[in-house]
């Protein structure tokens, strides 16, 4: 789901860890070809291709990373190439925790673009998403169009953490996911909703399905064919 | 922005609810797709809309001419043996929209300084009936007249005071549906969006109260055993008639037979046999069955068993319905999204003004946006779209009216609810069918919301309503509103008050065969006239009356099955694990995007 | 077209299946053996909790990790008595470790076993959500007799007043009249509430169950656990000596029977249980009539029930 550490209703559905995990929706953005896939999948994959075809196709994907205390879970939207004609549904910014504004900086207009989608999304989006700004194509520095302290100081205006990637080399891409992670409010949101009324109809199916039948008792599970005793 | 490609497959006018479902079912199929929107929003007349947003759209649609006249046709663009036909909106959909202010600020500026709104304590008790407001300008003519308190009146006990302008301060936290539905909590359209994957993204708000109105008092209509068990003022033998008959419902085979041995009678004569108090009764035919004395027998108990069926899905006691979390209005944008997904494009503030058909297959070729000319093999438009040429007799069927009303309140009209601990609390969405007088089959319809379903802030509800329309909306709805609500004059305590009510009238036509009686020119007629469309063009309705989906769903099948006859219509999208991206040197990679760590945890 | 995705076939996802497994075990027995040699060693560290954690979350019935688990706990808990709240803190951890494994596996007897353990160790413990927890778990199962086990710890501990467990029962009985569990609990709920017996306290109690009962025979007509708890119901009335409450019980039953539109089921489970009640009074004070029903009603009993016929006939024997 896309939003941060719901519990599910029953028993079912929380994952057990150290500590706790908490799931954020990121959207990313950005125009065509600045290489927002190629961070994505560098990050998601740990792989990149020169030629990455324009989308995923995938609604989103998700990764995990651990901080000290917590696990965070990032549910990564992909535009799905809406953006190409200013077409981007207002769905896609519902719920999102935290967004990711690329531009490549050997291209200064995409650059422009990217404070453009900034104020998109301070229209659009939740007041307290945490934005960061991703100047991609680091390895291209010889053809740098976009300084890094012009990136860097906007960043500062506006409240962004910013870093300059490179989805080619993975230079910066995990520390960009960390220092999003790093900066996102960790609270337990139950408060005064009773998210046990919220149904999200795929867990749900599960839940109908899953009723025990006997009654208690270990089924003496050995080290040697050890698995959960109830899926 | 890029130049859009030059030929697709479909190209479907508009985003609205039915078009976007094909679009993605099209999608999902590898065949290029085009949706073209003239709005600068998703969702044409399904749409959802922040409330600034919403008043600006319905006061201005009434401004906005629909011409007859389309622009000329940029002749080069056509090839031999085509004729542009020009594709406009015949007409507005929405009319009669009017809106009416119920609160504002009662406290001038000189009075005291300036203070919160929390603070602000409500310093008179009497709304004249001048302060009405229309069409966003709050009046203070009633100043005057106002009475203040009188020193016999007991103490008012503070209550939050709103204005209007805290309303709208808060505006971009409301999404409010042009055509607001509930689902089933079996839905075959929930079905569909778990096999879409869209159900990633949608969540839902379990409906916990369902009403109706018996002698003008709202009641609460006991869907469950659980319900019936604690249900106060029924008799022990009552509830065991009652709990009887929902089990024979719910069981096939009596049902059958009961169908059978009454198939002739009406629902009113069935249930005089059960001898069932007279609330309970109501409540069974308005709100469960949704229908009225007169409906035959076999009708009303599918009806009942339908939704007796819907009952008790995500826990013992929860009612049929649920309330999609940010609206109904975010539909079309999920199916958009998952034909874009597959490869499909969506354009906004694009019109198209003429299709292109070749006048000897009678197919559309292409058509013309912007002075573009984009080549496709299938047209998909809403009715309204439709030339005047490519009318028939019988296509499209007789518009039928709808009134709506669109309320923003403080409190629930629903009475309390009990939740898992026994305790009562405030409802969090409701559903009400209110029986109309005139025998009117749909009723009256009332969904009630709140920012659980984060379709408004915090402290406030949304309430819509619904009917078949008698005259205009303002006209129809308005005697319900100030019945079930404060009606301004008045201020008693404890009841909820309308702060803001906006109507407007929807006309609603469909292309499909009507249920009414065949015209006098008979079916040889029909079908020459229906060959005038051209044999690639699919036809969509706007949104109807009804609480639920089914009927869109039900379009959105046929449409694609004529284009697309006997493939899949979107089949399950393949999950996490089932799924190998398109690249030659990664060993198997999940799309859950848990990397092949050490770190048994993940797994 | 764009980066399109691609299904497996079904030996691909096989043979992905079976690399999974493999992969699983090798981790878990690793785990294992990591976390014994630990312990051999006399490892204290907060390293060693975590992965306990990571093992008993697959499978939470490994109890020798539980008592490893304590263990180093109790090292942690007495280097921080000095610290105020610093234990509760450590339990609280505890409890969500619990709770995981609980989502798991709720019939783990040596899961339910530590967060008990965990709640006795500590100083402020939130009872109210417990209690709730509890309520959850029953609506996957009504019956996890662990569950209510815990509850009546809980209860016990927590000193959760006992009105508001009969009302959690009533809510339980309402949602599902067969849930023999919550009739069950009401019979030793009652008893605690209402020592003094006859009290007008008492008999107003009964006057409530009366009710439940009655509604619930009529809801459910053939669930054994009602007409058992009827059993309880008699005899508390029988001890409080409201004989109007007894005869209202029989006319209830009579109607019922009657008028109930029974189906053959039924009818054996109300009627049976109407002539058991006739049969309470000694049988000098039966009306003639009532004997001849009584008789009557065994015959049909039987003929109803050929299986019971034995049974049934035992009861003419106090005739």
């Known amino acids: ?231 | 922005m890029e130049e859009l490609p030059k030929e697709f497959e479909t190209v479907v006018l508009g985003t609205g609810l039915p078009e976007s479902i094909v679009a993605a079912a099209a999608s999902r199929l590898d065949k290029s797709i085009l949706q073209l929107d003239q709005n600068t929003f998703y969702g044409r007349d399904w749409a959802g809309f922040r409330l600034k947003e919403l008043r600006e759209y319905l006061s201005t649609l009434i401004q906005n001419k629909f011409d007859a006249v389309g622009r000329a046709v940029d002749e080069n663009l056509l090839k031999d043996g085509e004729v542009a036909v020009p594709i406009r909106p015949s007409h507005c959909p929405i009319t009669n929209f009017e809106e009416k202010i119920y609160v504002k600020d009662d406290v001038s500026e000189t009075d005291i300084a300036p203070q919160s709104r929390q603070e602000r304590y409500r310093r008179s008790r009497h709304f004249s009936g001048s302060s009405v407001a229309s069409s966003g300008t709050s009046s203070t003519q009633g100043d005057e007249s106002r009475t203040p308190t009188t020193p016999e009146a007991p103490p008012v006990p503070p209550r939050k005071q709103f204005s209007f302008d805290d309303v709208l301060a808060e505006s971009k936290k409301f999404s409010l549906d042009l055509a607001p539905k509930l689902f089933w909590s079996n839905d075959k359209f929930v079905d569909l969006l778990t096999t879409s994957n869209v159900s990633r993204y949608a969540s839902f708000r379990l409906v916990n109260s369902v009403a109706t109105t018996v002698e003008g008092r709202i009641t609460s209509v006991p869907f469950s055993q659980s319900a019936i068990f604690q249900y106060e003022g029924l008799s022990p033998s009552d509830k065991r008639k009652l709990v009887k008959f929902m089990t024979m419902c719910m069981d096939p085979g009596k049902m059958q037979e009961q169908m059978q041995a009454a198939s002739q009678m009406k629902l009113g004569a069935y249930l005089d046999k059960l001898q069932l108090p007279n609330t309970l009764r109501k409540s069974l035919v308005n709100a469960v069955a949704m229908c009225t004395d007169q409906t035959s027998v076999p009708e009303a108990l599918k009806r009942i068993r339908r939704f007796l069926q819907a009952c008790g899905r995500y826990g013992a006691n929860t009612s049929p319905f649920l309330f999609p979390v940010f609206g109904s209005g975010e539909y079309p944008q999920y199916f958009a999204r998952v034909s874009a997904i597959f490869g499909g494009i969506q354009c906004l503030s694009r019109t198209v003004d003429h299709a292109v058909v070749s006048t000897s297959s009678n197919k559309v070729t292409a058509v013309i946006s912007n002075h573009e000319r984009i080549a496709c093999e299938n047209l998909v438009l809403p009715t309204e779209y439709v030339p005047d040429e490519w009318k028939s007799s019988n296509h499209p069927s007789k518009a039928r009216i709808l009134s709506r009303a669109i309320l923003i309140t403080d409190h629930s009209i629903f009475p309390r609810v009990k939740n898992d601990n026994g305790e009562k609390q405030a409802c969090d969405s409701g559903f009400m069918r209110i029986a109309r007088e005139d025998g009117d089959e749909l009723g009256v319809l009332l969904v009630e919301a709140s920012h659980t379903a984060d379709i408004c802030p915090a402290d406030y509800r949304v309430v819509y309503l619904w009917m078949n329309a008698k005259s205009s909306a303002r006209a129809d709805l308005e005697p319900y509103v100030e019945r079930l609500l404060e009606p301004f004059q008045h201020d008693r305590d404890g009841m909820p008050k309308v702060l803001w009510a906006c109507y407007h009238n929807y006309e609603r036509w469909t292309w499909a065969e009507t249920t009414e009686q065949p015209s006098a020119a008979g079916d040889a007629g029909r079908s020459a006239a229906a060959g005038k469309i051209p044999a690639n063009v699919r036809v969509v309705s706007g949104p109807s009356g009804s609480i639920d989906l089914e009927d869109v769903l039900e379009e959105s099948k046929a449409v694609f099955e004529k284009m697309y006859p006997g493939l899949p219509f979107l089949p399950r999208i393949p999950g996490p694990d089932e799924i190998v991206l398109d690249t030659s040197d990664s060993p198997s990679l999940d799309q859950s995007g848990n990397k092949e760590s050490e770190n048994i945890e993940n797994v | 077209m764009h980066g399109r995705v691609k299904e497996r076939t079904p030996e691909e996802k096989q043979e992905a299946v079976r690399k999974e497994k493999e992969r699983k075990l090798l981790g878990f027995t690793t785990l294992w053996k990591d976390i014994v040699d630990r312990r051999a060693e006399g490892d204290r560290s907060s390293e060693t909790l975590m992965k306990t954690n990571q093992l008993l979350a697959k499978c939470s019935d490994l109890y020798t990790l539980w008592n490893y688990r304590r263990e180093i706990l109790l090292a942690d808990l007495t280097d921080a008595e000095s610290e105020e709240g610093k234990r509760d803190g450590i339990l609280r951890i505890e409890l969500s470790v619990t709770e995981s494994c609980l989502a798991l596996d709720f019939k783990s007897y040596s899961t339910w076993y530590h967060r008990k353990w965990t709640l006795e160790q500590m100083q402020k413990a939130d009872w109210q959500r417990e209690l709730d927890l509890t309520s959850q778990l029953f609506r996957l199962d009504a019956r996890n007799f662990h569950c209510w086990n815990y509850r009546r710890f809980i209860v016990e501990r927590g000193h959760i007043p006992l009105s508001s467990e009969l009302a959690f029962s009533t809510k339980l009985i309402a949602d599902d009249p067969s849930n023999y569990s919550a009739w069950h609990y009401r019979t030793t709920l009652i008893p605690l509430l209402f020592p003094t017996v006859p009290s007008p306290e008492h008999q107003t109690q009964i006057r409530t169950e009366l009710a439940l009962v009655v509604t619930a025979v009529n809801v459910k007509a053939n669930d054994q656990g009602i007409w058992f708890y009827t059993q309880f119901l008699v005899e508390q009335i029988q001890k409080g000596g409201y004989t109007n409450l007894l005869d209202e019980l029989k006319e209830e039953v009579k109607k019922l029977y009657e008028e109930g539109d029974l189906t053959a089921e039924e009818s054996i489970a109300v009627l049976h249980g109407y002539v058991r009640l006739l049969l309470l009074d000694p049988i000098q004070n039966l009306k003639e009539s009532d004997k001849k029903f009584v008789d009557d009603s065994i015959d049909k009993l039987c003929s109803l029930d050929p299986l019971r016929k034995g049974y049934y006939q035992s009861l003419r024997d106090a005739l």
């Open chain 1, 1 to 231: 789901m896309a939003t941060a550490a719901r519990t599910s209703t029953g028993g079912g559905g929380a994952v057990p860890s150290a500590g706790k995990i908490f799931q954020f929706k990121l959207v990313l953005l950005g125009e065509a070809a600045v290489g927002k896939s190629s961070l994505v999948l560098r990050f998601v994959k740990g792989h990149f291709h020169d030629y990455q075809e324009s989308t995923i196709g995938a609604a989103f994907l998700t990764q995990t990373v651990c901080l000290d205390e917590t696990t965070v879970k990032f549910e990564i939207w992909d535009t799905a190439g809406q953006e190409r004609y200013h077409s981007l549904a207002p769905m896609y910014y519902r719920g999102a925790q935290a967004a990711i504004i690329v531009y490549d900086i050997t291209n200064h207009e995409s650059f422009n673009k990217a404070k453009a989608w900034v104020r998109e999304l301070q229209r659009q989006a939740n007041p307290n998403i945490v934005i960061s700004l991703a100047g991609n194509k680091a390895d291209l520095a010889n053809k740098r169009m976009v300084e890094y302290e012009e990136a860097q100081s906007y960043a500062e205006e506006q409240g962004l953490l910013f870093m300059e990637t490179s989805a080619k080399t993975a230079m910066n891409v995990n520390d960009i996911f960390l220092a999003i992670a790093k900066k996102l409010p960790k609270t337990d949101p139950a408060g005064s909703r009773n998210p046990g009324q919220t149904v999200n109809v795929n867990t749900a199916a599960q839940n109908v399905e899953a009723k025990s039948s006997c009654c208690g008792g270990s089924t003496g599970a050995t080290p040697a064919n050890a698995a959960p005793t109830r899926t």
